[in-house]
């Protein structure tokens, strides 16, 4: 991670926690030439407009107080979503089970994208069933996967 993203992140966590949610996760990407900050939140009820709101309007004062980020940024607060990327470990473990999108930097089996059920994680290594065929892809061919809804 970044030092501008493990900084809010830190920043981030007690807030998100204190609106009741969890933090997924934060990105600082740059698109069309401008910066985004973009935090996601999730909820085991589901996040609403008002909890995103609501860590928003926490959140953005502490950003300008502690002026971490140089420059002009969009700040976004939103739900992880139904078909959120799985990043860390921790998330890879909580959807084991779940239908899965694999895609890859480079073919494998025939197709760069590959749907099955999440059915193992080790050390970045991701291993789904499809079509009753286990397939097994290595972490450093891995370029996402995010859960995708049936």
């Known amino acids: 991670m ?3 993203v493990d900084q809010i992140t830190q920043l981030a966590e007690p ?5 009741g949610c969890e933090l997924w996760d934060v990105e600082y990407i740059k698109e069309a030439g401008e910066w985004f900050l973009r935090v996601y939140i ?6 609403s407009i008002n909890d995103c709101e609501r860590v928003s309007r926490a959140l ?6 502690l002026d971490i980020i140089p420059g002009q940024y969009t700040f976004e607060v939103s739900s992880a ?23 890859l930097y480079r073919p494998a089996h025939g197709a760069k994208e590959h749907l099955g059920t999440l059915t193992a ?4 290594d991701v291993t789904i069933e499809t079509a009753g065929e286990t397939r097994q892809f290595i972490k450093n061919d891995i ?3 995010k859960l995708r809804i049936a």
């Not at 953005?60 to 107080?65: A, G, I, Q, R, S």
């Not at 078909?83 to 089970?97: H, S, T, V």
């Open 2 to 4: 970044s030092k501008i």
């Open 15 to 19: 807030i998100v926690r204190e609106a």
């Open 42 to 47: 999730d909820k085991a009820t589901g996040v």
């Open 60 to 65: 953005d004062p502490e950003l300008d107080e």
């Open 81 to 103: 979503g139904a078909e959120r990327q799985l990043k860390r470990p921790q998330d890879f473990m909580q959807f084991i089970g779940h239908l899965v999108e694999v895609r």
């Open 121 to 124: 994680y080790t050390d970045g």
């Open 143 to 145: 370029a996402m996967v």
